[in-house]
């Protein structure tokens, strides 16, 4: 089983940035595709980025291409979301997301606040 807390969340003036990361605990974690979602009030939640287990490529929302980077290292179990140019529309809560065959874990969140 894996854990994912994840932190770094706030609130910033809009052109800000943050930092996220999510610490993963449990073995094996290098094995796992790692997402970052968000949710934003009474919306669905959506793929914000992702990066396979190697790291060697990375997928984004066109929301955020340019603007946010995700990356992982594995020897600290943990996964990253650069955010740039934050846009008041990028308000939401933000989840860490471990994924590998049929299992799927979820971290509880963090919220992310950009005032205009």
């Known amino acids: 089983q894996v854990q994912l807390r994840e932190s770094g969340g706030g609130l910033v003036q809009a052109g800000g940035s943050l930092r996220l990361s999510c610490a993963a605990s449990?073995?094996?974690?290098?094995?796992?595709?790692m997402g970052w979602f968000r949710q934003a009030p009474g919306k669905g939640r959506e793929l914000v980025a992702s990066?396979?287990?190697?790291?060697?490529?990375?997928n984004y929302a066109d929301s955020v291409k340019g603007r946010f980077t995700i990356s992982r290292d594995n020897a600290k179990n943990t996964v990253y979301l650069q955010m740039n140019s934050l846009k008041p529309e990028d308000t939401a809560v933000y989840y860490c997301?471990?994924?590998?065959?049929?299992?799927?874990?979820w971290g509880q969140g963090t919220q992310v606040t950009v005032s205009s």
């Open positions: 997301n471990a994924r590998r065959l049929y299992l799927d874990y």
């Open positions: 449990g073995r094996s974690f290098s094995r796992y595709r």
């Open positions: 990066i396979p287990s190697t790291g060697s490529s990375t």
